[in-house]
């Protein structure tokens, strides 16, 4: 297993700019969710993503627009970038945990965007 | 709305035991999961409950009442490295999850 994979790592932004995050899922896993977590706050659920059909999303805007491919990878594309997009965006993929029976959810290191 | 509560910060000591609150009010329930999250880095999962009741896995427990809306994380002989946050999370009717901020929990030795 090599685990669930970010990409950039970090990366500074302007207002205004365009800007796509990726995200490699884990091994077998063929649901990936992505979540937007402020300093100091818990993750908020963007959307996830079923076999590449949106299959959910939270209360974020347009501007925030998504992709999964064939191999379950994904990307998360936010348009118009705002101060307030400056968070940790973490994308999780999940499989059901035997053990527990529930869909477990695993994480990715994020991406780290700042907007200026 | 949907609404999760858990302390922001606590302070326990090295070798204590310290029980983490965590309250929810959400459109239906489908499981209370807790994940534990270091500084800079992602969140891990630790505990999954969906029925009432005491899950407990090795160090850490985790409780459960439905009929309160009410879960704790029971960590016992704390280590320095248990420093980090909590994160109480409710998977919702739409199977959702809804997070709570966390709460921050300091070691001394």
């Known amino acids: 297993e090599t685990g669930v994979t970010q990409s950039p790592t970090h990366l500074i932004k302007t207002r205004g700019q365009q800007v796509t995050l990726r995200c490699s899922s884990q091994s077998g896993h063929n649901t990936v969710s992505w979540y937007q977590q402020a300093l100091g706050q818990g993750p908020q659920f963007i959307f996830q993503y079923y076999r590449e059909e949106e299959n959910g999303r939270g209360n974020f805007p347009p501007r925030f627009s998504g992709l999964q491919f064939p191999n379950y990878s994904s990307e998360l594309n936010v348009n118009a970038l705002e101060l307030d997009d400056s968070a940790l965006y973490l994308c999780?993929?999940?499989?059901?945990?035997?053990?527990?029976?529930?869909?477990?959810?695993?994480f990715g290191a994020g991406s780290r965007l700042t907007v200026l | 709305g949907q609404n999760i509560d858990q302390p922001t910060e606590m302070t326990a000591t090295e070798g204590a035991i310290v029980q983490i609150n965590c309250t929810y009010q959400?459109?239906?329930?489908?499981?209370l999961f807790w994940y534990q999250q270091h500084a800079g880095e992602a969140p891990t999962f630790l505990s999954y409950?969906?029925l009432d009741g005491l899950e407990e896995k090795g160090r850490f427990s985790s409780f459960l009442s439905r009929s309160k809306g009410y879960s704790y994380l029971l960590l016992k002989e704390l280590q320095m490295k248990d420093s980090a946050s909590y994160l109480c999370?409710?998977?919702?009717?739409?199977?959702?999850?809804?997070w709570g901020a966390g709460t921050k929990l300091i070691i001394k030795p």
């Open positions: 999370a409710v998977m919702d009717s739409n199977y959702q999850l809804i």
């Open positions: 999780a993929s999940s499989l059901v945990d035997r053990e527990f029976g529930a869909n477990v959810l695993t």
């Open positions: 959400t459109s239906g329930f489908n499981g």
């Open positions: 409950n969906v």
